[in-house]
T-cell receptor, first 115, second 111 residues
Framework: KAGVTQTPRYLIKTRGQQVTLSCSPI?????VSWYQQTPGQGLQFLFE???????NKGNFPGRFSGRQFSNSRSEMNVSTLELGDSALYLC??????????????FGPGTRLTVL | GQQLNQSPQSMFIQEGEDVSMNCTSS?????WLWYKQDPGEGPVLLIA?????ELTSNGRLTAQFGITRKDSFLNISASIPSDVGIYFC???????????FGTGTSLTVIP
């Protein structure tokens, strides 16, 4: 079974631009979560999508948005980029149904650099 | 939101030594997960725990789901240089479906 894939792996943008990141979950997984990781900040939860609906949301400004498609693939968009948005963006997939054995698997991440 | 306290924050050990780290939560969790992350890569799942008291091994790694369901432990025996990385705990509480993460333990193994 293929793992979680993220594209692109690396991205360089300038301040004020917008960016779209893509995540394809493990086959059969319906939940996709997005995280921002910066040095010293750990994993900061952005949002989670399940069955095309945003189910959970972290404390990020409205410039960060996402969506999920019917095939469970998800995209994350950041508008009006700021220098502080430079980070490793990780997505993780899971079954998403409330079971006693759900597990979250991560993709390799997209390294975004804002100049 | 839920807070996971992971300790220690960093560890510097000699090759061959054993390592222990732990994670505590403020509420009851149904699932505990342990991940390892190499620089610039996504976290890789090491061990998943689903029952209170459960003890699970993966090679030299052993993790336990605390009986209070509010903590978990990860032990690494006979550390080797490739154990270097950041270890994260994560859990899913009794209510809700979001996963919460600890702040990570940075492990350095000195040959």
């Amino acid at each position: 079974k293929a793992g979680v894939t993220q594209t692109p792996r690396y991205l360089i943008k300038t301040r004020g631009q917008q960016v779209t990141l893509s995540c394809s979950p493990i086959s059969g997984h319906r939940s996709v979560s997005w995280y921002q990781q910066t040095p010293g900040q750990g994993l900061q939860f952005l949002f989670e999508y399940f069955s095309e609906t945003q189910r959970n949301k972290g404390n990020f400004p409205g410039r960060f948005s996402g969506r999920q498609f019917s095939n469970s693939r998800s995209e994350m968009n950041v508008s009006t980029l700021e220098l502080g948005d430079s980070a490793l963006y990780l997505c993780a997939s899971s079954l998403g149904a409330k079971t006693s054995t759900d597990t979250q698997y991560f993709g390799p991440g997209t390294r975004l650099t804002v100049l | 939101g839920q807070q996971l306290n992971q300790s220690p924050q960093s560890m510097f050990i000699q090759e061959g030594e054993d390592v222990s780290m732990n994670c505590t939560s403020s509420s009851i969790f149904n699932t505990w997960l342990w991940y390892k992350q190499d620089p610039g890569e996504g976290p890789v799942l090491l061990i998943a725990l689903y029952k209170a008291g459960e003890l699970t091994s993966n090679g030299r790694l052993t993790a336990q789901f605390g009986i209070t369901r509010k903590d978990s432990f990860l032990n690494i025996s006979a550390s080797i240089p490739s154990d270097v990385g950041i270890y994260f705990c994560a859990g899913q509480p009794q209510t809700g479906n979001q996963f919460y993460f600890g702040t990570g333990t940075s492990l350095t193994v000195i040959p």
